[in-house]
């Protein structure tokens, strides 16, 4: 993405998304308002039910809002159609779903060089640079295993090595370590922190307050609003403090 070093990558204005109609009418998102920079590493909290999902697949360009303003990367992308927005996200946006999403009839190598296609990148091309990937997960013996066949650390790995194997300047992730053990977590956001340490813009949401210590700021979410937001500062080489730089709103 090309833009200005001071303009925000994302950039949402009194965003709402709506569910149901009359009684059971309720919002998911109910006026956020948030800007992200390039090369932030953003870690979103909150109870279930309070919005991370809708904002993270509104972010995404996989769903959009009903109200208020979305500018990514300064511009108004809310409008266009859902061709230009997967012409967007096959170019600059990587996403890590909770659920995996493999397809389960292609094998390993076949789910990771599926973002490629919109590229229009030869096919040879596209299982070269998805078995490139797929090592430095560590995963290319499994290249020609089906979905089922793997285990849940390796079944999020093939989904992350496929979320990254276009490159994507802004990685979006629901929960990548969810369904994890603490080893596979660990490989899992050791791999996100060096995307991020190489100038990615990560958001990431986690239930797990202990991951949050890989961000360089932390929201927090209540009911389909920004409850607190909170810079992290990074330890330093000759310093391991962690502290926040300051409170958006005051946390008790
Ligand atoms: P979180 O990810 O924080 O657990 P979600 O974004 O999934 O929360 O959901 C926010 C709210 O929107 C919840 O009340 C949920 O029930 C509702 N919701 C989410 N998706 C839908 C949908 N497709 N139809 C109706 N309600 C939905
Ligand atoms: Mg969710």
Known sequence: MVSNKNTPVIELRNLTKRYGLGASEHYALNGVDLKIKKGEFVAIMGPSGCGKTTL??????????NDGEYLLDGK?????SSHRHAIIRSKHIGIIFQNFNLVPRLNVIENVALPLTYKGVSHTKRLEKASEILKSFHLSEREYY???QLSGG????????????NEPSLILADEPTGNLDSKASHIIMRELSDLHKRGNTIIMVTHNPDLTSYASRVITMLDGHIATD??????KKDSSIKRPLHTAKEEK
């Open 56 to 65: 993270l697949n509104i972010l995404g360009l996989l769903d959009r809002s």
């Open 76 to 80: 108004n992308v809310e409008r266009l």
């Open 146 to 148: 089906m979905p089922w």
């Open 154 to 165: 390796q079944t999020q790995r093939v989904a992350i090595a496929r979320a990254l194997v």
């Open 230 to 235: 909170t810079a992290m500062r990074k330890p």
